[in-house]
């Protein structure tokens, strides 16, 4: 069979909940709330516990804003019932446990059914189809298999959408390339850094990377920024767009992006209802388009159903487009818990990134590296970041003040900045490490 097989990106069938109108979207989001929350509550002890305590029951739930009377859901909540005690069927009902990898503490634990594994998979097809991949493309599936969502989740779904799946996982960057130029896929599904570091590689063995069969990338799992997106898009000659998930919820698939208007992924709200939220004062919840922290309630899931669990994700709720009944979500500017506080102003690694990435001299390479000098009260903030192959050492001299000045104007901090060789920083093998806090512990 040649390429002729694969359908155009035109030719998409969508699911019909991707094309109902908003008013049937939020009647069907009140039937299947009003039902998770009775299940959660008669089912999983620590639901019952929290709302008994809060003096609410399932009942009050008589419309989608009487949802912000129930408690929240933590990532600490998980850890406390781990590893089962979150599950609200028996064990035997569990087909599949996945768990976050525990490097901040004790893992958390998450499980599906049949029908969870099955609504994934429809989920992330449906994410994938919007980004522009289609039945019957070759798909290269760089992420992570094992206990993280994304390789498996990620699979499910192409095979689900009738692709043709190669399971190559993330790492071992040569043998990806060699599979890429053999197998010739038409999609890659990876980390925005990972793909960086494929591109990287390729171009250190005199490949061209815009010269590859690759049409689509669906990236995801960190934050990226739009010129990570034009950097990609430019260097590898594909469509890139981002798909957006956590464990806690589901996986990958929560929310995806469409190919044709490429502004933000658009939440699937027919499985989750999601809430902004004032980190500060999570009392508040905010209206559409308000920045702040991003809660999910699962609509359908059996084996785990989550309620307002705070991702610590910040962004806001924007209007649906491409999928105009369901609401996209902005950029993720970082996590709450990601974000630096250096001498009194917030700083996020996307932030650093959208703008080394308008200095031409500089490359998407950067670590950020937080030290207090002996002797000193105050943080300092280096900025390390690896020139381009194309520049002189002389070129970047310039680069690296215009850096310092930038960052002294768009965040308001003072940091110093030193430009190293291409090549010398850590590379990504999934969700890459920006930030190096070398602080004495408190
Ligand atoms: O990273 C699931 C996933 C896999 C999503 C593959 C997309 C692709 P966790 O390991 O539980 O799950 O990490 C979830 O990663 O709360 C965000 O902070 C971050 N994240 C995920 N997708 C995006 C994205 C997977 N598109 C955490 N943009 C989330 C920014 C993202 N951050």
Redesign the pocket.
Known sequence: MTQETVAPASEAVLDREETISRDELEALQLSRLQHTVAYAYDRVPLYKRKFDETGVHPTDLRELSDLGKFPFTTKEDLRLEYPFGMFAVPQHEVARIHA??GTTGRA?VVGYTKKDLADWAKLVARSLRASGVRPGMKVHNA?GYGL???GM??HAGAEALGCTVIPISGGQTERQITLIQDFKPDAI?A?PTYLLTIADAMMKQGIDPASTSLKYA???????TEEMRHELETTMNIKAC???????VM?????GEAVETQDG?HIWEDHFRPEIIDAFDPSRVLGDGEPGELVFTSLTKEALPIIRYR???LTRLLPGTARPAHRRMG??TG?SD?MIILRGVNLFPSQIEEIALRIPELSPHFQLELTRPEGQRMDQLTVRIERRETVTVEDVASAAKVLQQQIKIHVGSSCAVDVVEPGSLERSNG?LRRIYDLRPKA
């Open positions: 976050s990898s958390t992420y993280f969502t994304g989740g990620a599904l980390t669906v990236l995801g799992a960190e934050p990226w981002d798909i957006y998930g956590l464990s806690e996986g990958p698939g929560v929310a992924s991702t610590k994700d950029r993720i996590r990601d969700k």
